[in-house]
């Protein structure tokens, strides 16, 4: 005997997505074809269990290759800034980033804005003040040494971007740190 | 598209700041989910108790009955448990010795109110997108100083 079947797959991945979800203690809702909201963020633990569970029916977190491709691109970036000889070598980040990670700038831009709510150039100059604010709180290196070892053109320049990403001058920033430790 | 959701607190107890500030965050294209507290104690009585999802970014109004910002403030920042929250200052001061003293007592952003919805939504939007990159990116929290 044959039984001829008709089947509405949409159906399908709903009732094994719901079925999987409802197996983790995981809050969410379901958004239509092809996303899930969390209700709660999860680490990369319950992540890795949940993508293990659903690839077995041919369910695939695509995010979560995004997400680690950006990862990439941020250790780079990190590498980059700490990294003297760069420096030096004054070479463009796009070229950088493509070289090291085979992808065009171009692509790696745009999955990074897509990911992370910031463009790569603004996620530099947040690494990069932010190493700033451990080379003043270290206190071994005056404003105009540090603007000198990470390659800005002038103390003003850093003085600015400074003031601009922190709203800060770094002197005011030096101070508030300070006081803190005292209290 | 992110898989994270931003979980964000506000404490204020003027009834149409709340409302504003509510309005504000959902027209911000970011996953958030926003709950609403009308001072200090009410506060510090909903993140002591168990099994509750914490905020990562709470938004405390300097002046409040019962608890104000400042003591909620030092309330946060004496518990270890609590230290991965950002605290913004949010308040119609804009005193130089206000902003340094919020700082000094442990706030990471300090937001001068803005009078008008469009500038608060960029304001609230700037924020927002800044701290979620000192949850993503490995940037040193303890440093994190935002005057906006």
């Not at chain 1, 008709?6 to 197996?23: G, M, P, R, S, T």
């Not at chain 1, 950088?96 to 790696?108: A, C, D, G, V």
């Not at chain 2, 005193?95 to 700082?103: H, L, P, Q, Y």
């Not at chain 2, 990471?108 to 008008?116: A, E, L, M, R």
Request: glycine share 2%; hydrophobic share 35%.
């Amino acid at each position: 005997m044959k039984l001829y079947l008709n089947y509405d797959i949409n159906v399908v991945y709903k009732a094994v997505l719901k079925e999987q979800l409802d197996k983790t203690d995981i809050q969410y809702e379901l958004n239509g074809i092809g996303e899930v909201n969390l209700l709660k963020n999860i680490d990369s633990n319950e992540l890795k269990t949940l993508s293990d569970q659903l690839e077995k029916y041919g369910i695939t977190i695509i995010e979560d290759y995004k997400s680690q491709l950006v990862q990439r691109i941020k250790d780079s970036v990190t590498e980059m800034i700490y990294n003297e000889e760069y420096e030096e070598k004054s070479y463009k980040v796009s070229v950088y980033l493509s070289e090291k990670l085979n992808y065009s700038y171009t692509y790696l831009s745009n999955l990074f804005s897509e990911v992370t709510y910031t463009s790569i150039e603004n996620f530099i100059i947040l690494k990069r003040i932010d190493y700033v604010k451990s080379l003043i709180i270290n206190d071994e290196l005056t404003l105009t040494e540090i603007a000198y070892k990470l390659n800005y053109s002038s103390v003003a320049h850093l003085s600015a971007q400074f003031k601009k990403t922190t709203g800060l001058t770094p002197t005011v920033f030096q101070k508030i740190i300070t006081r803190r430790k005292k209290e | 598209m992110n898989l994270e959701i931003l979980q964000i607190a506000l404490v204020d107890d003027d009834e149409d700041d709340r409302f504003l500030f509510k309005e504000a965050i959902e027209d911000i294209e970011m996953n958030t989910n926003l709950s609403l507290f009308k001072n200090g104690k009410e506060f510090l009585d909903y993140i002591f108790k168990p099994d509750i999802i914490l905020p990562e970014l709470v938004f405390l109004d300097l002046n409040m009955p019962v608890i104000n910002g400042i003591q909620c403030l030092t309330e946060i920042r004496k518990n270890n448990d609590l230290s991965a929250l950002s605290v913004a200052i949010y308040s119609t001061s804009s005193s130089d010795k206000d902003i340094e003293d919020t700082f000094v007592k442990g706030a990471n952003i300090y937001i001068k109110k803005p009078n008008d919805f469009n500038k608060l939504k960029n304001v609230l939007e700037k924020v927002l997108k800044i701290n979620w990159q000192y949850f993503t990116s490995g940037l040193n929290k303890e440093n994190f100083l935002l005057k906006i």
